[in-house]
């Protein structure tokens, strides 16, 4: 609740300060602070952070599960060794 808090302040602070203003506008991370209407705004300055984020959770999910497969193939190809021998 209390990050809420920050980015509401922060966000709200972008919106009111003309140098944050103008140093968002030149940031090409952050979204247009710039509104056609009065309505929320669509995209957070997180946005680009929560994207890179997630893939790279999914490229973890990736390897790990790739990790296991291979683990898993080769404990059953030495078990296929060891009792295709008797």
């Known amino acids: 609740m209390v990050l809420l ?4 302040q ?5 919106d009111t300060d003309p140098v944050l203003r ?9 979204p247009s602070l710039s509104q056609s209407d009065d309505s929320a705004p669509r995209e957070t300055i997180f946005n680009k952070l929560v994207s890179m984020y ?3 959770v999914t490229r973890s999910q990736d390897m790990i599960v790739q990790l296991v497969c291979t683990e898993v193939e080769s404990g059953i190809r030495a078990y296929h060794a060891a009792t295709s021998d008797q």
């Open 22 to 30: 103008n140093w968002a506008a030149k940031t090409p991370l952050l």
């Open 10 to 14: 922060l966000w709200a602070e972008f």
């Open 5 to 8: 808090q920050l980015f509401l």
């Open 54 to 56: 997630h893939d790279t």
